[in-house]
């Protein structure tokens, strides 16, 4: 089945600076790569996703890139504000099978 | 705008005592999923429902079971809740069976265990 890892487990940055969370997964069959933000307390939720036919995808601040062969993709997060502060999943999934997540990352924003 | 809807938020039960939390979805999506988080632990399915097909994840306490009466509505039932079982509970939904379909959670329900 699949394994999905996920570095670093505790990421600290000044605001404004960029942050960068990676993932591995196992199971080449996965085509689908969702990133969650969780707040203290709340529910997770989608922040971007990608798919196994693009390399990467945009949304402001927010992207993700995927490198098939390596079977890595990666979140990057540009001009970090308090507010981004959370806890980060990446997931993986093969087609019409259960969502894999990674343990997540505790992104900090210091200001 | 609520669209997936959980009850209670909080809920406390006692060692053994057998304790029900509820789903309720607007969406109308096909699959519902229950997870269990700890802490800051990445959620763990426990099963999920396509329409009425019932599917168990290998590693789930026999403890667990779950009921979805209709599309709507989906039931975890905890039949004798030990102190190992306190955790944030959650529920969410899709449109299909993953494979690109984003799952939409609810708010949770916190249990403690006395």
């Known amino acids: 089945g699949e394994n999905v890892e996920q570095h670093p487990s505790t990421l600290s940055v000044q605001e404004g600076d960029s942050a960068v969370i990676k993932c591995t997964y196992s199971?080449?069959?996965?085509?689908?790569f969702p990133w969650y933000k969780q707040e203290l307390g709340k529910r997770p939720q989608l922040i971007i996703d990608i798919r196994s036919n693009v390399g990467e995808k945009k949304d402001q601040r927010i992207a993700v890139t995927l490198n098939k062969t390596a079977k890595h993709f990666s979140l990057h997060i540009t001009e970090t504000q308090p507010e981004d502060s959370a806890v980060y999943f990446c997931a993986a999934s093969p087609y019409g099978n259960k969502l894999v997540f990674g343990a997540g990352t505790i992104l900090r924003v210091k200001s | 705008d609520a669209m997936v809807i959980q009850n209670p938020r909080y809920q406390v039960t006692q060692f053994g005592k057998p304790v029900t939390l509820s789903c309720s979805q607007t969406l109308n999506h096909n699959v519902m999923y229950w997870y269990q988080q700890k802490s800051s632990q990445a959620p763990k399915l426990l099963f999920h429902?396509?329409?009425?097909?019932?599917?168990n994840e290998a590693d789930t306490p026999d403890n667990f079971q779950s009921r979805r009466p209709n599309t709507s509505f989906c039931f975890l039932d905890i039949r004798s809740p030990g102190l190992g079982d306190a955790a944030m509970y959650l529920c969410a939904t899709s449109r299909e069976y993953s494979g690109g379909y984003e799952q939409y959670f609810g708010p949770g329900t916190r249990l403690t265990v006395t």
């Open positions: 429902y396509y329409d009425k097909d019932f599917n």
């Open positions: 199971d080449s069959a996965s085509n689908y």
